[in-house]
């Protein structure tokens, strides 16, 4: 076995390990079990989104099959937790797991995240690969609460303005919506359109002195919620971010679409539960720290 980068020529075969028997598949079931990764138009225009954040990908190959692979974006940008390099996905071939692909894979990205310059190797593993992690060294730093709740128009809207691709917000801090980092999270949110996925809504928030940026966005077409995203100054306080979260349910109201979802770290959980957020499940957010002289 050989890991090497991720290159155009791979990229069914990269669906192929994800979602097997995608070309007989119809798009709607594909986008719903295997996410990006089930689509080879819609995984070119995520890696396209995750490349110009910096990301690296790479592949496993046993011969000329690829077995495996995985993922590494940086996040430099403010968050509650630090900078790190943030794994994004590790998966095998189901007929090749269990054989040390996917700890290979881990290896290699934490060589490119040491040499992006980032001793922090996080990620936010499901429940069944949590033991897979915490064998290699990977311990919760932080966790978050998944929350939804119903939309509505809010009894007081701050004033909104639209925003616009150019204006990623680098010295805020995500506050909501952290499943990657930010700056991957906000190529994601642009040509949607164009690879037959909704459009979203990117406004700027006006709460007092401060500004915030609401982004909501439905999964796919045939999602019946739409997600929503907060970058907000490092100091804002919990009261400024219930305004924000009220201001995400009435759009999403204006949009038509009766429930919103958010991923929140849990020490703002108060804020989301006032505006009518309710928990689903919480998330563990893991973290190996590298060592420099390795």
Not at 94 to 111: D, H, I, K, P, Q
Not at 175 to 187: C, K, N, V, Y
Not at 189 to 206: F, M, N
Request: contains cysteine.
């Amino acid at each position: 076995m050989k890991i090497v980068s991720m290159s155009p020529e791979f990229i069914e075969d990269v669906v192929s390990i994800h979602c097997p028997k995608w070309r007989e598949l119809t798009l709607e079931y594909r986008l719903k079990e295997c996410g990006y990764w089930g689509d080879p138009r819609i995984f070119s225009w995520y890696l396209e989104a995750l490349y110009s954040a910096g990301g690296k990908v790479i592949i496993a190959l046993d011969g000329d099959d690829v077995v495996g692979e995985a993922e590494v974006v940086p996040e430099r940008f403010p968050t509650p937790i630090g900078k790190h390099a943030y794994l994004q996905m590790v998966w095998v071939k189901r007929e090749a797991r269990r054989a040390g692909v996917g700890r290979a894979l881990v290896r290699e990205c934490e060589s490119i995240s040491k040499n992006m310059g980032l001793y922090n190797l996080d990620t936010i593993p499901t429940r069944e690969a949590t033991p897979f992690f915490l064998e290699l060294g990977f311990r919760e730093v932080e966790s978050q609460i998944l929350m939804e709740a119903h939309s509505r128009p809010a009894p007081e809207q701050p004033k909104v303005e639209e925003a616009t691709r150019e204006e990623f917000p680098a010295s805020a801090q995500m506050i909501a919506g952290q499943t990657r980092p930010s700056s991957f999270l906000w190529e994601l949110l642009w040509e949607r359109e164009e690879i037959g996925l909704p459009s979203p809504r990117v406004v700027k928030v006006r709460v007092g002195m401060w500004q915030l940026i609401v982004a909501l966005f439905q999964p796919t077409k045939w999602d019946d919620h739409l997600y929503t995203l907060i970058w907000a100054p490092m100091k804002v306080g919990l009261g400024q971010i219930f305004n924000s979260a009220e201001v995400s349910l009435t759009l999403a109201y204006e949009m038509g679409i009766e429930k919103v979802r958010t991923q929140t770290w849990c020490k703002y959980r108060a804020a989301f539960e006032g505006a009518g957020f309710e928990p689903i499940t919480r998330l563990r957010w893991m973290r190996k720290e590298l060592n420099k002289k390795g």
